[in-house]
């Protein structure tokens, strides 16, 4: 069973903000999943959650600094390999709206780190048309897998697919809007 969650995040440029989150219905990966599931969490099984507001003021909902361009090795973990990069890309999106110019950078990083493949076209799970690179973590039993927008350079989703076994999906993270508001309203 996979949990799903939506997630809208809003902070200020000191990291001060709203994160509201809606829990979405659960996904199986097939009948025999679904049935089991059913009896052990009972007859209405997992129902999903109103949407929740947590508001913060501690700075960890939203960055406390721009990404700086020319620390993108060190961001990044170029120096770990391949899957801490692509980690660490997803976390950088989570977290930052990145600029154009970051976004070309961020590419060219990946591009130049051993361990990544070259996926080509692919769609993501809202339908969108991006490329796609991947890197395997052995060491976790994941393929992780970027799907980046061609001309504008965002990770439109971020994908951990188990290597070993049946080819499952164990994590998916779907961006949706980057920018910027005057306010959470």
Do not use: C
């Amino acid at each position: 069973m996979s949990l799903a969650q939506e997630m809208w995040t809003w902070s200020d440029a000191n990291g001060v903000g709203e994160s509201r989150v809606r829990e979405l219905q659960p996904e199986f990966p097939d009948e025999e999943s679904r049935q089991y599931w059913q009896e052990i969490l009972g007859k209405n099984g997992v129902q999903p959650a109103a949407t929740t507001s947590v508001v913060t003021s501690s700075g960890t909902v939203g960055p406390t600094k721009p990404v700086d361009p020319a620390a993108l090795p060190i961001t990044l973990q170029v120096e770990a390999g391949a899957p801490e990069v692509a980690k660490a890309v997803n976390g950088l999106y989570r977290s930052h709206v990145v600029p154009l110019e970051t976004r070309k950078k961020i590419i060219q990083t990946i591009a130049a780190v051993p361990g990544f493949q070259w996926r080509g076209t692919v769609t993501d799970r809202s339908g969108r048309t991006g490329v796609a690179v991947t890197t395997d973590d052995e060491e976790h039993d994941v393929q992780l897998v970027l799907v980046f927008d061609r001309r504008t350079g965002e990770l439109l989703a971020h994908e951990n697919v188990r290597l070993s076994g049946p080819r499952q999906v164990l994590a998916y993270n779907l961006f949706l809007e980057y920018g910027y508001r005057s306010s959470t309203d």
